[in-house]
C-alpha cells in the first residue's frame, strides 16, 4: 500500500516519505506481538534509526499526540530499543510455546531473532547518540536512564538467546548480576512519569525479565519488592 501510493504523481507532500518508517515499524510490532516470524527475515529492508529520529522530530510539531515532551532524539532511542525488547520477547515466548516443533527448527528460529537484535543494536547511528547519551551524563533524566536499562535488558535477551536452552541463558552468574541491577535500579528511578503508555509497558517488560532471571537463579526473595 504504501509504495503504490508514493507511485502516485498526483501526491505533492513528502508526508509518505517522512512517515513511511512509522508505519513499518508499527506493523512489525504488531506482527511480533500476534507471533508473526517472517517480518524478521527482511530486517535489512526495516526502517533504519536515522528514519526513526526522523519522524519523531517531525511527530514533535503535530501536537497530536503530544509528543514534545521530551526531545526527539531521545523519544526515538528509548521508542527503538523498547520496540526492539518488546518483539524480542514476543518471539521468544512464540518459539517457547510452539508445540511440536523440532530442535533444529527452533534453534533457526532463535538464530533468527539474534540476527535481527544483532542489527537492530548496531544500527551507526544508535551507536553514536548512545555514546553521546553515556557522555553527556543525562542521568537527571528519567528517560534518559530508561534507555540505558532497556539496552541493559535486551543484554538480558541476547544472553538468553546465546545459551544452548532459554531456560539456561537465564539461569546463569551473568543473567543473575544483570537482572539483580535491573530491578535495584528500576526502583529507583521508578516509572515513567508524563509519557506516552506504551513507556509503561517497557518499564513493565524491564521488570518482568529482571524478574524471571531471578527466580530461574533460585533467588525468590527478589521478587517481593515488585
Not at 516470524?37 to 514533535?60: A, G, N, Q
Not at 536499562?149 to 551473568?174: D, Q
Not at 541491577?181 to 509497558?201: A, E, M, N, Q
Request: aromatic share 8%; hydrophobic share 45%.
Amino acid at each position: 500500500m504504501m509504495q503504490h501510493l508514493k507511485r502516485e504523481e498526483s501526491l505533492t507532500s513528502n508526508l509518505l516519505q517522512v512517515f513511511e518508517p512509522l508505519v513499518l515499524d508499527d506493523a512489525l510490532l504488531i506482527l511480533a506481538t500476534l507471533g508473526d516470524l517472517s517480518m524478521f527475515r527482511d530486517y535489512d529492508l526495516m526502517p533504519s534509526f536515522k528514519e526513526r529520529k526522523y519522524y519523531f522530530h517531525e511527530l514533535s510539531h503535530t501536537e497530536t499526540p503530544p509528543e514534545d515532551w521530551q526531545w526527539p532524539a531521545l523519544q526515538a532511542l528509548v521508542t527503538h530499543l523498547g520496540e526492539l525488547l518488546t518483539c524480542s520477547l514476543s518471539w521468544v515466548a512464540h518459539i517457547g510455546l510452539t508445540k511440536q516443533t523440532q530442535r533444529t527448527e527452533i534453534n533457526i528460529m532463535v538464530d533468527q531473532v539474534a540476527r535481527f537484535i544483532d542489527s537492530k543494536l548496531g544500527d551507526p547511528e544508535l551507536q553514536r547518540d548512545l555514546i553521546i547519551l553515556k557522555r553527556q551524563e543525562m542521568h537527571e533524566l528519567q528517560l534518559a536512564n530508561h534507555a540505558l536499562i532497556l539496552l541493559k535488558t535486551m543484554e538480558l535477551v541476547k544472553i538468553a538467546l546465546e545459551a544452548p536452552t532459554l531456560l539456561e541463558g537465564l539461569a546463569n552468574s551473568r543473567s543473575n548480576a544483570i537482572a539483580t541491577f535491573l530491578i535495584s535500579t528500576l526502583r529507583t528511578i521508578g516509572v515513567l512519569i508524563r509519557c506516552p503508555k506504551y513507556h509503561r509497558f517497557y518499564y513493565n517488560l524491564e521488570i518482568g525479565m529482571a524478574a524471571l532471571a531471578l527466580s530461574m537463579n533460585g533467588i525468590l526473595d527478589h521478587m517481593s519488592i515488585l
